[in-house]
């Protein structure tokens, strides 16, 4: 199933950290956002299969999001992951207002 979550669930997440992998679906022509423990995946037609690389437990809580606003991203990855059988997919559509969020600012 995916889950879309709203700006303060995205910032309680981040703070907590509790069994969540967080994917940030960056174009490849952008420089990634400093959160800690983030892993960075371009949304490309490889997606899948690199996320299936690095993550096969499919009952992980998985957190997608992007930080472009209008970015459409998200929500396709985690309908491909949801659709590839991941239990727990869970994404965010940002902006750029957002890069405080880890920092405690917001």
Do not use: C, W
Request: glycine letters at 4%; a negative charge.
């Amino acid at each position: 199933m995916k889950y879309e979550i709203p700006r303060e669930a995205f910032k309680q997440r981040l703070e907590d950290r509790l069994n969540f992998i967080f994917i940030d679906l960056l174009p490849a022509d952008r420089t990634p956002v400093a959160f800690e423990n983030v892993v960075h995946i371009n949304y490309s037609s490889k997606f899948k299969t690199e996320f299936n690389s690095q993550f096969p437990n499919k009952n992980q809580n998985v957190l997608v999001y992007s930080l472009q606003k209008g970015d459409d991203a998200p929500a396709k990855a985690a309908q491909d992951l949801s659709d590839d059988g991941y239990q727990f997919v869970y994404f965010y559509n940002g902006s750029a207002e957002d890069l405080v969020l880890d920092k405690g600012l917001n």
